[in-house]
């Protein structure tokens, strides 16, 4: 079980998606990646940035067979597009129940 609270997981993830994102030629997005920042809208994110992302948290949260598709899907179909925010939430209710 972990104790970890919303903010110290939510900074981990914007640290992640920075380092991901770091050496990308785009430059739709010059702001800084927050709680608010849209994986598809704010950062450009494809569906292959999604997956990599998501072997990233597992990776770092030592969460194996994370049940992305609690996040990434709902009443059956995809999200268009998930907060930061939404997955640090996410990302707590799973090292809770770890």
């Given at each position: ?28 997005f010059a702001g800084e990646i927050t709680a608010d ?62």
């Amino acid at each position: 079980m972990s104790d970890r609270s919303l903010e110290s997981i939510t900074q981990e993830v914007i640290k992640i998606l920075a380092d991901m994102t770091s050496d990308w030629d785009d430059d739709s997005f010059a702001g800084e990646i927050t709680a608010d920042s849209r994986l598809v809208a704010d950062l450009t994110f494809e569906s292959i940035e999604i997956v990599q992302l998501m072997v990233a948290l597992e990776q770092h949260f030592a969460l194996k067979n994370l049940a992305s598709e609690k996040l990434l899907m709902k009443d059956g179909t995809y999200v268009p597009d998930q907060r930061v925010g939404d997955i640090a939430a996410f990302l707590q209710g799973e090292l809770a129940t770890a």
